[in-house]
Each structure stands twice: as structure tokens, then as C-alpha cells.
């Protein structure tokens, strides 16, 4: 027999189109195993202020659909202490609350570690970033959103280009995480992606174009991620103009790309790893993570999931490259 009774969730860093669908699986699964339930308003900042309030099952209706977070979010910097985190634990065992679960990216997942270390107290992580960048796990929830965000906006940005035979470079949002902007160029045709990792080969951008144009192209759209400060699309520009006399467009996506209605697959998504979360804290586990792996959801150790992941996969560079000439 489990001796939980009485479960926490937040949501920490950004927020990720699909996080309410994860809440709503944890509170009802956890009500449903005769847990009381507690959502956490605005992360590790709304714990240290007690911002705590039972959640029942109604609480959680209406939402599996909306993007953002019913619970809201937080970034932190009293956390980030053994002092913050040590104010943290006390107060859950105020609450008698028995296990947290934390919904955010590799920062919010290395604080619970922290908290779990530090305090013993059961911890589970949901991964939860537009950016696909925890390691020990293929797919974090929003990224789905985010790409299916993206793409739309360049779709349209295309209709534009080609109307006016101009070229646009599109920054994307991913921090130093590559995912967003591989699979948005690869799905929007884009002649070329800057990767952040990457250092930018202005010759063969340049060269890119000008081939475009010579067979008849009417645009090209230059996808570039935008590392670790938004921005880069107005240092391409700049550059393409200073090398080589090129005009481009600049559109920053920004902030859109983290909002609006969950796709499908990231509701799914969601909603196995808010069960599956439930689940593993009534099993016992101590600190774990749910992770996307071969196709489904499945249980972690948290300490697999605390590293930033930025590789990719080369094939997909040489797809883009095949596809765009
Ligand atoms: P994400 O979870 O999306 O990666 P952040 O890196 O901003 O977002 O982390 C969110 C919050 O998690 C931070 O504001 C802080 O409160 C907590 N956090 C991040 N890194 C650590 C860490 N190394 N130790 C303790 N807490 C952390
Ligand atoms: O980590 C998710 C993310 O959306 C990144 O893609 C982006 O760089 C960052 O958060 C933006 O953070 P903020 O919410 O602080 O503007």
C-alpha cells in the first residue's frame, strides 16, 4: 500500500502548449487512485509563497485544449539556493504534501533533482519545452505546437516573398537547441537553415540564392535559429548586404510560436506523461522522469534528464540539402 496522499504539480521556465493537458492527467489520475491533488501556481516562485490550492476534478476542465498553463509559470533565482530550495521542502512538509511533480525543461528538472537530493522528497518530471532539448527523451511537450506554429507563419511569409521575388530570413525560437529550426526549414522547403550551433558560411548562403534565382526561383526563405540571443536575423541581413549587396526581409517569430491550441499529438503526448507520472509516484519511485522513447511514453531516472541536448541528426541536414537546390 502507498503511503502518498497528497501530490503537487507546477509548471517552471517557459511554458509549452500542452502543459495544461499534462495537468489535467495528473489531477485526475491522481484523484482517480484516491490522491488529493495540489497545483502549484507560478513554479518554484508560487511554492516559496505557498501559492498552493487543491485542485478537484472540474478544476481541470476546459483546458486539455488551451495552450499556456492554467497553473502559470516561473523562472526562479531563490531556487537556485540550498537556502531556497531547504524553505521549499518545508513548506511542502507544511502541507503534508508527499511528492512533486515539476513540468518544465532541464533547468526546472535539475531543481527537483536538487530538491530530491537535498530533502529526500519524491519528485517526477514531465518534460515540458518548445525547444526538444532534455536529454533522455525524444520529444518534450510543445514542441509539436511550436513547429506547426512556425510553419504556418512561413507559409504565409512565402506567399509575400514570392509576390515580390524577395528573400526572407526567418528567425525561429530554440535557444541553442536545433530542433525547431531543422524540422520548420525542412517542412517549409526553406533554401537554407542556420543552425545555432553552427558558424554561418555567408558564401554559401549567398551562393544558395543566387543559384535560386538564375533557374527561376520567385524567394528564398533562410530559417536561422536563434541561439542564445534573439536577434541573429538582423546580423544575417546585414552581413548578405555588406558581402554581397543582397537585400533580405527580417521576421522574428518570437513568442507566437509558444502559444495557441496544442496539436493533437502534443495533447496525447500530454496526457500519457501526466498518467504515467501519477503512476510512478504511487509505485514508489523516488525520482524519475517521463521520456518519449520509440514511439512511446515510458519511465526515466530523473538524473538521465538533466543535460541541455543540441545534437541532431545529420540525415536531416542532408535532406534539407538535397531538397533545397
Ligand atoms: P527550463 O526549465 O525551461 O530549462 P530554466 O532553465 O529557466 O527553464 O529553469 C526554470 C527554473 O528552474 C529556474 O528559474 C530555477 O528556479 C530552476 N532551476 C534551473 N536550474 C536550476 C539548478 N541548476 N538548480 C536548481 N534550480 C534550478
Ligand atoms: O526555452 C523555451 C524558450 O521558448 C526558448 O525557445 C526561448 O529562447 C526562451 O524560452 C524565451 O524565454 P522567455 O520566456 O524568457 O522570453
Known amino acids: 500500500m502507498s503511503e502518498i496522499k497528497r501530490i503537487a504539480v507546477l509548471c517552471s521556465g517557459g511554458d509549452s502548449p500542452g502543459m495544461n493537458s499534462a495537468i489535467r492527467a495528473v489531477v485526475r489520475t491522481g484523484i482517480g487512485a484516491g490522491l488529493e491533488v495540489f497545483g502549484i501556481q507560478k513554479g518554484y516562485a508560487g511554492l516559496l509563497e505557498g501559492n498552493i490550492r487543491k485542485l478537484d476534478v472540474s478544476s481541470v ?27 521549499a521542502a518545508n513548506l511542502l512538509k507544511r502541507k503534508k504534501i508527499d511528492a512533486l511533480i515539476v513540468i518544465g525543461g532541464d533547468g526546472s528538472f535539475n531543481g527537483a533533482m536538487k530538491l530530491h537530493d537535498e530533502h529526500q522528497i519524491p519528485v517526477v518530471g514531465i518534460p515540458g519545452t518548445i525547444d526538444n532539448d532534455i ?5 518534450t511537450i510543445g514542441f509539436d ?3 506547426q ?4 507563419a512561413v507559409d504565409k511569409l512565402r506567399d509575400t516573398a514570392n509576390s515580390h521575388g524577395r528573400t526572407f530570413i526567418v528567425e525561429v525560437m530554440g535557444r541553442r537547441s536545433p530542433a525547431i529550426a531543422l ?6 522547403g526553406a533554401e537554407n537553415v542556420v543552425l545555432p550551433t553552427a558558424t554561418i558560411d555567408y558564401d554559401k548562403i549567398a551562393a544558395d540564392i543566387d543559384r535560386g534565382i538564375k533557374r527561376g526561383k520567385t524567394s528564398s526563405i533562410i530559417i536561422a535559429s536563434e541561439g542564445e540571443v534573439e536577434g ?7 552581413s548578405l548586404k555588406d558581402k554581397f549587396n543582397l537585400e533580405a526581409h527580417v521576421c522574428i517569430l518570437g513568442h507566437i510560436q509558444r502559444g495557441g491550441n496544442p496539436t493533437p499529438t502534443d495533447r496525447l503526448i500530454a496526457s500519457q506523461m501526466g498518467h504515467v507520472a501519477v503512476k510512478a509516484i504511487l509505485a514508489g519511485e523516488m525520482a524519475s522522469a517521463t521520456v518519449f522513447l520509440q514511439g512511446k511514453v515510458s519511465l526515466s531516472p530523473l538524473k538521465n534528464c538533466l543535460r541541455k541536448k543540441n545534437e541532431f541528426d545529420v540525415s536531416d541536414v542532408e535532406l534539407l540539402t538535397a531538397l533545397s537546390i
Open 61 to 87: 476542465g476546459n483546458i486539455l485544449q488551451h495552450g499556456g498553463t492554467m497553473l502559470q509559470t516561473s523562472r526562479c533565482s531563490e531556487f537556485l539556493t540550498e537556502e531556497g530550495r531547504r524553505e
Open 135 to 139: 536529454d533522455g527523451t525524444d520529444y
Open 145 to 147: 505546437t511550436a513547429v
Open 149 to 152: 506554429n512556425a510553419v504556418d
Open 183 to 188: 524540422k520548420v526549414g525542412i517542412c517549409t
Open 232 to 238: 541573429v536575423g538582423y546580423t544575417i541581413r546585414n
